[in-house]
């Protein structure tokens, strides 16, 4: 919005915009311009027509008041006394003053379809018409007025109840986007968390580990010691790259490179590894692969940091269900560690994305340690309805 532009449904934000209102609702008193020729040159007396001015004035600023109050949470009651008001201006003026204060009523029917809910407005503009018509008969030449002023004040009001329904359907829009644009950025926070307790636990816990063999190697065996160091050194350049991947939402791990590295941390905290081959990934959809891929590092991690296990086993399967194939990854260790103690924040976040994926979690317990299944489709889903 520039600054003096003001869009349809939002309140004025300064002094600019607010000037830019008024001129535009300003416009439309052009109208008023023949009770002003009445006061001015309708031979009515000094005090008629300080009266006069002073009732007109009192009438516009009602009229605009009530429609810049419009859509501030107004109750119906209060919007409906102030029309009461106008409309006893209006009556009170055009018995007292002549035929060319009419007008008025189109401006009550205007009010009205701007001011009110539609299913009030249905009978608050055919009721200020009716009370014209009625005035205009009882005010001498008011019926010549009538035919001019009747039609105006019927779709004025009306057209004025679809400018409300706009600024509402605005607004609500507004809101709408508003909305998304929050549950967007939630999303994007919940993603980069995900991916950053992923990222660095699973490097953090390597770095600790590798730190404390090369602690208890330096006394005795330096070279082996310098080793550990240049691992971690290596460690923690990668977990930098995967740092800022994450930050830039351009990290999809791979599950080959994941099971290296699985093995890589598991030899590190002396646990005994199992690994299957590499895979043959070809037809397994880029969504399922990364899923899996995360569950195996989460899996690694909790193996390497909670569950004290000295083996651990892990299979990748494929499975034919009655939803279709799907491809099964299962860590299986013989530790004691909490990792059933509760769901925290990896398995939760690691059901967040196998569910994205199409696939489940299970995770618990057995009689010799802890394991962890993750599925995920093995081929594209078909696409509901595509074909008719």
């Known amino acids: 919005m520039s600054g003096t532009g003001v869009g349809i449904g939002q309140r004025p934000e300064n002094r600019k915009q607010r000037i830019v209102k008024i001129l535009w609702s300003g416009i439309w008193l052009v109208y008023l311009s023949a009770p002003a020729t009445d006061l001015l040159h309708g031979g009515h007396s000094t005090g008629v027509r300080i009266l006069g001015w002073l009732g007109l004035a009192a009438f516009v600023t009602w009229y605009m008041l009530l429609l810049f109050r419009t859509g501030r949470g107004e109750r119906n009651s209060v919007v409906l006394a102030s029309l009461g008001v106008l409309t006893a201006q209006s009556t009170l003026l055009a018995l007292t003053l002549g035929r060319e204060w009419l007008v008025l009523f189109v401006y009550v029917s205007i009010a009205s379809g701007a001011a009110l809910p539609l299913r009030m407005a249905r009978w608050t503009i055919p009721g200020a018409s009716a009370l014209m018509t009625v005035v205009a008969f009882a005010t001498p030449g008011g019926k010549a007025f009538l035919a001019g002023l009747l039609i105006p004040a019927l779709l004025g009001g009306f057209a004025m109840t679809g400018v409300r329904e706009l600024v509402r359907t605005t607004i609500a829009l507004r809101e709408a986007r508003a909305t998304v644009a929050q549950l967007a950025a939630n999303e994007e926070r919940l993603r980069l968390a995900r991916d950053l307790h992923d990222l660095l636990g699973h490097s953090l816990s390597l770095i600790t580990i590798k730190s404390e063999l090369a602690g208890r190697m330096l006394p005795d065996h330096p070279d082996q010691a310098a080793q550990q160091v240049a691992d971690i050194e290596q460690v923690s350049r990668q977990a930098l790259v995967d740092v800022r991947e994450a930050v830039s939402g351009y990290r999809r791990p791979r599950l080959a490179g994941e099971l290296a590295g699985a093995e890589v941390a598991l030899t590190a905290a002396g646990v005994t590894a199992e690994l299957p081959a590499e895979p043959d990934l070809a037809d397994v959809p880029e969504d399922s692969e990364t899923a899996l891929a995360w569950a195996l590092r989460e899996a690694v991690t909790n193996v390497v940091r909670h569950s004290g296990a000295r083996r651990c086993a892990v299979e990748l399967l494929r499975r034919e269900t009655l939803d ?31 569910t994205k994926a199409g696939g489940t979690l299970e995770a618990g317990g057995t009689r010799h340690g802890f394991r962890l299944t993750a599925r995920v489709p093995a081929a594209a889903r078909a696409n509901v309805g595509s074909a008719t």
């Open 324 to 354: 279709g194939p799907v491809l099964e990854l299962s860590v299986e260790d013989d530790g004691s560690g909490d990792q059933g103690a509760g769901p925290g924040h990896g398995l939760t976040g690691l059901t967040e994305r196998l």
